[in-house]
């Protein structure tokens, strides 16, 4: 028995002593697998950190929505935001900031953010442009035009007067790239004055009439020469935007309007964004693209049943579902033979246009989004405030009723008339339009256009235009400026021209005005599509 005692220790410590290396090697393992995680984390948060330009240094980390309370803005993801090398959702909405990204050039959150400077790559397709004929200060286009970059927007034709003319203005705007400031000067109206468009029986019902009518017609003729342009730059697409509208390009993986019209077949002419009115929760909105976030909806991204049962509800007395228009924009294929049908539309002399209609995408329209808003518009415009004489000036009903208690009431009737009639206040029924789909909350573009600002890229451009600038550019903008005629349409010959002698051209119908969207008259003409 001592013998076989003997024999069997030996087995029995080699037996404990394997399972004491074992569970050793184990510890360690556990121990070393967590250390080598965190390194790796440290390692590629070091990598993806750095800051490559100023705009780096500004972050947005929460912002105050107006009207709808303090709403964290980290855990928005918004298309097209992703960093080049693939984020999970999860990883986005833990991050520190969606949208500081936007200011890094090693890791671009847009697809055409490429520099500082926003040059966008010549080879990139298609290639859109936008004209707007504006009067606009800086304040309202720099935003306006930088976000249009963001969504791949390569050239604007801007065709200025008033105030976006003045040298402090245009000099600016004249050193942005992309950029083709047109003046309205003597030369311009010369050469509008002698344009197809005066013999041709598609805009005749406009010509000659004061105010809105006036800047239909100048719109349409600036858009005409816009073309022309388009073709020499080599543009795809053309677009026409005023200055108080935004593209809100829903429904593309990419936060882009040129992966939208991308993928656009080619035997489409023309495509239509239906648009979203803005509604004010305030009344003393100083910057509408960053400070407003609720939208009404339009007709056609609207159940019928929905549209006509909240209409009542919608309409808070005013004239109609929008206040102004609603028959959307348009951007169009540049080919042959394409002209202007007005500011909303696009046509060809030598056929219909293929068109097709965006169901998620729209135009924002920030109208009145300022309280300022009602005597700015009074002041650009003559007509006498009685109900006749503005049927004269104006083409919509609210327009109407608005320039005429901006030129009659007093500034406190005046606030009591917009709180009214512009601003939504009762929260009850904002609450319930919210739910049932009227009205939508939209904060891709405030956070764009926020992040822009706050990272310096727009005080960057009015800096560099004073300072790199040439003293001849300067004078001979000065110049342009000063040379510049009225602001009215031209008028020789304009009576011997004689609507009798005006061609009427294939597809040469009347030009789209802007548009009330369908009223409850409209019930029971309209069914579902």
Request: proline share 5%.
């Amino acid at each position: 028995m001592k013998s076989m005692h003997h024999h069997r220790a030996p087995l029995i410590s080699s037996s404990s002593s394997q399972s004491n290396s074992f569970v050793s090697r184990l510890l360690l393992l556990l121990t070393l697998l967590p250390v080598s995680l965190a390194c790796l984390a440290f390692i590629l948060q070091w990598r993806g950190g750095g800051l490559a330009d100023p705009a780096s240094a500004s972050v947005i980390s929460s912002t105050s929505v107006p009207g709808g309370g303090n709403s964290d803005l980290n855990h928005e993801v918004f298309p097209g935001m992703e960093t080049v090398s693939s984020v999970s959702p999860k990883a986005h909405q833990s991050s520190s900031s969606d949208c500081s990204n936007l200011a890094r050039s090693s890791s671009p959150s847009f697809p055409y953010y490429g520099d500082w400077n926003f040059g966008v790559d010549s080879n990139l397709k298609p290639k859109i442009c936008i004209t707007t004929s504006t009067s606009a200060g800086l304040d309202q286009i720099l935003p306006w035009m930088f976000y249009h970059k963001v969504l791949g927007v390569s050239t604007f034709f801007l065709f200025v007067e008033g105030k976006a003319a003045t040298p402090t203005i245009s000099k600016v705007l004249e050193s942005i790239p992309g950029v083709k400031v047109i003046y309205r000067t003597k030369d311009l109206e010369e050469k509008q004055a002698k344009s197809r468009i005066w013999n041709e029986t598609w805009l005749s019902s406009f010509f000659y009439k004061p105010c809105n009518y006036e800047l239909f017609v100048k719109q349409s003729l600036n858009m005409e020469m816009a073309i022309v342009m388009a073709r020499e730059a080599g543009m795809d697409w053309i677009l026409h935007l005023d200055t108080d509208e935004l593209i809100y390009p829903a429904g593309t993986r990419e936060h882009s309007l040129r992966r939208l019209l991308l993928d656009v077949p080619p035997n489409v002419d023309m495509v239509i964004f239906p648009n979203y009115e803005s509604s004010v929760e305030r009344d003393d909105i100083k910057d509408p693209f960053t400070e407003v976030s609720m939208f009404k909806k339009n007709y056609d991204h609207l159940p019928k049943d929905t549209y006509f049962g909240m209409y009542k509800e919608a309409t808070r007395n005013n004239p109609n579902y929008f206040l102004t228009y609603g028959n959307g924009k348009s951007v169009a294929r540049v080919q042959d033979h394409l002209r202007p049908n007005g500011a909303h539309r696009w046509h060809n002399y030598m056929k219909t246009p293929n068109e097709i209609k965006l169901e998620e995408a729209a135009v924002l329209h920030y109208t009145y989004a300022k309280f300022s808003d009602l005597t700015s518009r009074r002041d650009r415009c003559g007509c006498k405030p009685t109900k006749e004489d503005v049927k004269r000036c104006f083409m919509l009903d609210f327009d109407r009723s608005a320039f005429i208690i901006a030129s009659t009431a007093t500034e406190e009737e005046m606030l009591s008339w917009y709180r009214e009639h512009v601003v939504w206040g009762d929260k009850e029924v904002k609450t319930k339009l919210l739910r049932k789909g009227i009205l939508t909350r939209i904060y891709s573009p405030m956070v764009v256009i926020q992040a822009l600002k706050e990272s310096g890229v727009f005080s960057s451009v009015v800096s560099s235009a004073s300072t790199n600038l040439s003293k001849k550019k300067f004078l001979a903008s000065m110049h342009k400026s000063n040379s510049s005629s009225s602001d009215s349409l031209p008028s020789k010959d304009k009576e011997s021209q004689g609507i009798s002698a005006r061609r009427h051209l294939l597809g040469s119908e009347s030009a789209d005005p802007p548009l009330s969207p369908p009223g409850m008259e409209h019930a029971g003409l309209v069914t579902e599509d």
